[in-house]
């Protein structure tokens, strides 16, 4: 397998709107992020993947671009955003931004002159359909809840919107519209960024017949992912982008792919098939969700996420590469959702959750505030909440009468918020965030759960995550070294091992909140070994045969 830089390299995510605010607006901006560039160099990160800072209306919170080439006025000028690539450069870090080329905003102009008339030259850069007796092209459902599709006055038929309908689809069958894209995307390469985050990259290809959803019963609207999730062109297109665009670069791609299966990923990410270098999939962030989607929480077991994740290490070993998150501006807090975020537990599990992550095969992201052991957060009223999804859920299950209670529960789970409440700083007012009003209000937690209290505690979670990333740096078999997972049955011990010539990481994660033993397969054979990493006090020269594990105790070992 090809040696690259960005196999090599930890990612760092920084949501704008919520990691730190210069002026005291409330919102966050990119002169704030550039005051934290020396907190983000010593954590050891090696690329800052920036969500977007484009101009919007804000409907979903950016991932609506008005224009693909402004800065949006809340987070500071385009002088701004060159001087913070030139300060990360400055640091030896790199930056990627999002790409967001499956829908535009309402407001972009293509689609305003789009929607005047059938004759504008912008027309067919989106997607249109006449209604069919009286109702929407197809039954399929937008991701925001509602059809998908939204009726067009002055032209009399229907515009496709897989999200929000300020978020029209674009229609990528058009030569036009891609060779736009393409065009936009060499200015921003030609400006020195290092690569792309591509948002749900894999709904571009839509299937040209626009077929029916099968609709559950007492349901309007159905799922059309079948029409549109690896849709029957994805692969062309992509191809051809690497073609035009990134094949002129040296830069890094990560695709977001909601549905895409591990055999899927081995296409995409397939060295010689030039297409991106790796893909967020959504196989373990999906483990908690019942039948009826996201909002229907079920419990998880840690044979099933073992199983996710090997799958995914097994298919793309020889092939193709893996991206590693636990987190994301769309997901709940990690240590909230698959460890304990209880006084005694939050910084042993974040500890645990993130051995378990760095030490597989891919490159690991780090989401803003997970190297502090963030957690979830519960607002008490409806109305603290900011994001779309959210809100559009909570109104519709009300209204079909569902407990308000009940869905606020689900929201305190999985909600989006989650994980875009404001960076927190310090313990003084709003977490140092702002001494302004927060756009979203700051996880009251704060007080005990911040960078200045974590920088200050050599045993913190901070310095876990410098500890884990450095080591990286220093251990090829970290990055190279094949997978094996071993205890596969065992419900409580995630344990793998990774192999590179002679040499074996041996690394073990108990996922409980109880006492387990973990035993050492007998296959297993070394002379020398020396513990990298755990999160607890261990005896250097204990034998590991047979090691008694405390609740949510991980340890790395190197064996010769």
């Keep these: 397998m090809s040696r690259k830089w960005w196999k090599e390299s930890v990612v760092y995510q920084i949501y704008p709107r919520s990691f730190n605010d210069s002026n005291d607006d409330g919102v966050g901006d990119i002169p704030g992020i550039i005051e934290k560039l020396d907190y983000l160099k010593e954590l050891g990160i090696d690329v800052i993947w920036l969500s977007p800072v484009y101009d919007s ?9 008005r224009d693909y080439k402004k800065v949006l006025g809340e987070f500071g000028t385009m002088e701004d955003l060159e001087t913070l690539l030139d300060e990360v450069h400055n640091r030896d870090m790199k930056l990627i931004m999002d790409l967001v080329v499956n829908h535009t905003s309402d407001e972009h102009q293509w689609f305003k002159e789009a929607k005047q008339s059938k004759d504008s030259p912008y027309r067919d850069y989106y997607i249109w359909r006449s209604g069919k007796e009286g109702k929407e092209p197809t039954n399929w459902e937008s991701a925001f809840s509602g059809s998908a599709w939204e009726y067009n006055e002055a032209t009399g038929d229907y515009y ?11 229609n990528w069958e058009n030569p036009d519209l891609r060779a736009e894209i393409y065009d936009m995307m060499r200015w921003w390469l030609d400006r020195g960024i290092d690569g792309f985050r591509m948002d749900v990259i ?19 609207y159905g799922s ?6 690896n849709g029957p062109k994805i692969h062309d297109y992509l191809q051809e982008m690497n073609e035009q665009v990134l094949s002129g670069y040296d830069v890094m791609t990560v695709g977001e792919m909601p549905g895409v299966t591990p055999e899927e990923g081995a296409l995409y990410t397939g060295e010689d098939r030039d297409e991106l270098n790796m893909v967020f999939n959504f196989d373990h962030v999906d483990l908690d969700s019942g039948p009826g989607g996201k909002w229907d929480v079920k419990s998880w ?42 006084e005694e537990y939050r910084e042993l599990s974040a500890k645990m959750l993130a051995t378990t992550l760095h030490m597989l095969k891919g490159t690991p992201y780090i989401y803003q505030g997970e190297e502090l052991g963030m957690t979830n957060v519960k607002f008490s009223n ?26 606020m529960e689900a929201i305190y789970i999985k909600g989006r918020d989650n994980a875009r409440t404001p960076m927190q700083w310090d313990a003084s007012e709003n977490g140092g965030f702002t001494k302004g009003e927060p756009w979203l209000a700051v996880n009251p937690n704060f007080e005990k759960i911040n960078a200045e ?10 310095y876990y995550y410098q500890k884990l990333i450095q080591l990286r740096k220093e251990y090829d078999i970290i990055v190279y070294g094949d997978y094996d997972l071993i205890l596969g049955d065992h419900k409580d011990i995630y344990a793998y091992t990774r192999t590179l010539g002679d040499e074996k990481l041996l690394v073990m994660s108990n996922f409980s909140g109880e006492k387990v033993e973990f035993e050492l397969p007998e296959n297993i054979h070394y002379q020398n070994k020396k513990l990298l990493i755990s999160n607890y006090d261990v005896e250097e020269n204990e034998d590991i045969s047979s090691v008694p594990l405390k609740q949510y105790e991980t340890r790395c070992y190197l064996l010769k």
């Design 301 to 342: 077991s840690l044979v099933e996420l073992k199983e996710i994740f090997t799958r995914w290490q097994n298919q793309l070993a020889e092939d193709g590469w893996n991206s590693l998150y636990w987190n994301n501006h769309d997901q709940p807090r990690v240590v909230s959702r698959f460890g304990n975020d209880s």
């Design 453 to 462: 209290q974590e920088l200050q505690n050599p045993a913190s979670v901070f």
């Design 224 to 229: 059309g992912a079948p029409y549109f999730m």
């Design 160 to 170: 496709l919107h897989l999200f929000s309908k300020k978020q029209p689809d674009l």
């Design 382 to 407: 409806i109305d603290e909440y900011r994001d779309i999804e959210t809100l559009n859920m909570y109104k519709e299950k009300v209204e079909q009468g569902a407990d308000p209670d009940e869905v």
């Design 202 to 220: 894999n709904f571009i290809s839509k299937d040209q017949s626009y077929p029916d959803a099968e609709v559950e019963e007492g349901k309007q």
């Design 57 to 65: 209306p804000n409907d979903d919170n950016g991932y609506d671009i």
